[in-house]
C-alpha cells in the first residue's frame, strides 16, 4: 500500500521480529530531535549539541570535586581547566553510564620532558577504565601507554595528535560493564576517536586499567564519575560534555 496523507508509512508489510512494527511502519515513534554542536576553533570551543549534559563549560569547577574528596583545586582561565600539579585527580559531582563522552585537551606548547613525562594526563571512565592523555607528537613510548591507548591494555590503531599546545578532540562511546552480584554479564566496551581519527572500535576491555599489572574486572555500580589525571603535567581540559547512549521511548 502506498502511503496516504494519514500515513507516511506501510501497515501491510512484515512485522520486523522483535518488535510491535511493520517494516516502514508509519506510527512507529519518530526520533527526538537533537540540534548538533558546532565545531571547536583553537581559539574558542564550539557549541555542544542541545541534548548534551555539560560537565564543564569553561567558568568553573563547581561540577566537580577531588578524586579523595574536598575541592578541586585546579586552575581555571580563558575558557579552560589546567592541572596544577600535586593537586591530585579531580572528577565530576554527577556519575553517569554508557554515553558519548567529548572533551578537548592541549599539553603545553613548550616542550618538557619525553616519553611519559611530557603532557601526561588520562580520562577514566566511571573513575576505572583510563583512555590515555599524552604528548605523543614526535615523542615514543610504549604502545600501549600512548595518547588514545586503553592503558596497558590496546595501544590505538593510529598516533593522531597534533603539535603541543594544539587542541586535541576526544569523542568516546562508552558501554560500561554489568554485573549481577558479583558476576560479570557483560565487559566493557569503548570506541575512542582522536582529532577525528578511529582510535579503538567497539574494543573489548580486559577489566580496569592501571600501571605495570594485568587485571580483570571488578564489581561496582552501573554509573561512576569521569576522572582527569593529575599526573604532574599541566594539561589543559575544556568543551566537556556527554550525551547518554539510550534508546528513544517505543511505547
Given at each position: 500500500?502506498?502511503?496516504d496523507?494519514?500515513n507516511?508509512?506501510?501497515?501491510?508489510?512484515?512485522?520486523?521480529?522483535?518488535?510491535?512494527?511493520?517494516?516502514?511502519?508509519?506510527?512507529?515513534?519518530?526520533?527526538?530531535?537533537?540540534?548538533?554542536?558546532t565545531?571547536?576553533?583553537e581559539?574558542?570551543?564550539?557549541?555542544p549539541?542541545?541534548?548534551?549534559?555539560?560537565?564543564?563549560d569553561g567558568?568553573?569547577l563547581?561540577g566537580?570535586?577531588?578524586?579523595?574528596?574536598?575541592?578541586?583545586?585546579?586552575?581555571?582561565?580563558?575558557g579552560?581547566m589546567?592541572?596544577?600539579?600535586?593537586?591530585?585527580?579531580?572528577?565530576?559531582?554527577?556519575?553517569?553510564?554508557d554515553?558519548?563522552?567529548?572533551l578537548?585537551?592541549?599539553?603545553?606548547?613548550?616542550?618538557?620532558?619525553?616519553?611519559?613525562?611530557?603532557?601526561?594526563s588520562?580520562?577514566?571512565?566511571m573513575?576505572?577504565?583510563?583512555?590515555?592523555?599524552?604528548?605523543?607528537?614526535?615523542?615514543?613510548?610504549?604502545?600501549d601507554?600512548?595518547?588514545?591507548?586503553?592503558?596497558?591494555?590496546?595501544?590505538?590503531?593510529?598516533?593522531?595528535?597534533?603539535?603541543?599546545?594544539e587542541?586535541?578532540?576526544?569523542?568516546?562511546?562508552?558501554?560500561?560493564?554489568?554485573?549481577?552480584?558479583?558476576?560479570?554479564?557483560?565487559?566493557?566496551?569503548?570506541?575512542?576517536?582522536?582529532?577525528?581519527?578511529a582510535l579503538?572500535?567497539?574494543?573489548?576491555?580486559?577489566?580496569?586499567?592501571?600501571?605495570?599489572?594485568?587485571?580483570?574486572?571488578?564489581?561496582?555500580?552501573?554509573?561512576?564519575?569521569?576522572?582527569?589525571q593529575?599526573?604532574?603535567?599541566?594539561?589543559?581540559?575544556?568543551?566537556i560534555?556527554?550525551r547518554?547512549?539510550?534508546g528513544?521511548?517505543?511505547s
Open positions: 500500500m502506498a502511503p496523507s494519514k507516511v508509512g506501510y501497515d501491510d508489510t512484515p512485522i520486523i521480529p522483535g518488535t510491535n512494527w511493520h517494516v516502514h511502519d508509519g506510527t512507529r515513534p519518530q526520533p527526538p530531535i537533537v540540534t548538533p554542536g565545531p571547536s576553533t581559539d574558542e570551543p564550539g557549541a549539541p542541545s541534548d548534551a549534559v555539560i560537565l564543564f567558568t568553573d563547581s566537580w570535586i577531588g578524586k579523595n574528596g574536598g575541592e578541586a583545586q585546579w586552575k581555571v582561565e580563558n579552560y589546567e592541572t596544577v600539579p600535586k593537586t591530585g585527580a579531580i572528577q565530576t559531582r554527577e556519575h553517569f553510564g554515553c558519548h563522552l567529548h578537548e585537551w592541549a599539553a603545553p606548547a613548550e616542550v618538557s620532558g619525553d616519553s611519559q613525562g611530557r603532557g601526561n588520562g580520562v577514566f571512565l573513575g576505572r577504565y583510563e583512555i590515555q592523555v599524552l604528548d605523543c607528537y614526535d615523542n615514543p613510548t610504549y604502545a601507554g600512548t595518547a588514545g591507548a586503553i592503558y596497558g591494555q590496546y595501544p590505538p590503531l593510529a598516533n593522531a595528535c597534533r603539535r603541543p599546545g587542541w586535541q578532540v576526544y569523542d568516546i562511546i562508552w558501554e560500561g560493564p554489568q554485573f549481577e552480584a558479583e558476576s560479570l554479564l557483560r565487559p566493557a566496551y569503548v570506541t575512542v576517536l582522536l582529532n577525528g581519527i579503538h572500535h567497539h574494543t573489548e576491555l580486559m577489566g580496569f586499567t592501571s600501571h605495570k599489572v594485568v587485571t580483570t574486572y571488578e564489581p561496582h555500580p552501573p554509573v561512576g564519575p569521569l576522572e582527569l593529575d599526573h604532574s603535567n599541566p594539561v589543559r581540559f575544556r568543551n560534555w556527554y547518554p547512549l539510550k528513544y521511548d517505543e
